[in-house]
């Protein structure tokens, strides 16, 4: 059972940084792709970035500019650098990861960080 745990969140005042690490229980190379999705109370979950095992990024346009996806492949995780926050990215942000299984599209989810922009 593949397994994602999302560390990092937390606390932060609007302008700072957070880093988001998600952390997979085998390789990422074996994910199509991986990324980050955000749920703020009461909104849709929302994609904040993804990343192929190509290296091709997608972001948001709520974070371009501000967030930065990477992966480490010897660490097996993926990472969200988020700069400037704002107090509307806060919102409880989970890692995915997906692949084909059998010819089917497969995905995972972690449990969630929270993430919490205020002063």
């Known amino acids: 059972q593949v397994q994602l745990v999302e560390s990092g969140g937390g606390l932060v005042q609007p302008g700072g940084s957070l880093r988001l690490s998600c952390a997979a229980s085998?390789?990422?190379?074996?994910?199509?792709?991986m990324g980050w999705y955000r749920q703020a109370p009461g909104k849709q979950r929302e994609l904040v970035a993804g990343?192929?095992?190509?290296?091709?990024?997608n972001y948001a346009d709520s974070g371009k500019g501000r967030f930065t996806i990477s992966r480490d492949n010897a660490k097996n995780t993926v990472y969200l650098q988020m700069n400037s926050l704002k107090p509307e990215d806060t919102a409880v942000y989970f890692c995915?990861?997906?692949?084909?299984?059998?010819?089917?599209?497969?995905?995972?989810w972690g449990q969630g960080t929270q993430v919490t922009v205020s002063s």
């Open positions: 085998e390789s990422v190379l074996r994910f199509n792709s």
């Open positions: 990343i192929t095992t190509g290296n091709v990024t």
């Open positions: 995915y990861a997906d692949r084909l299984v059998a010819w089917t599209r497969k995905e995972y």
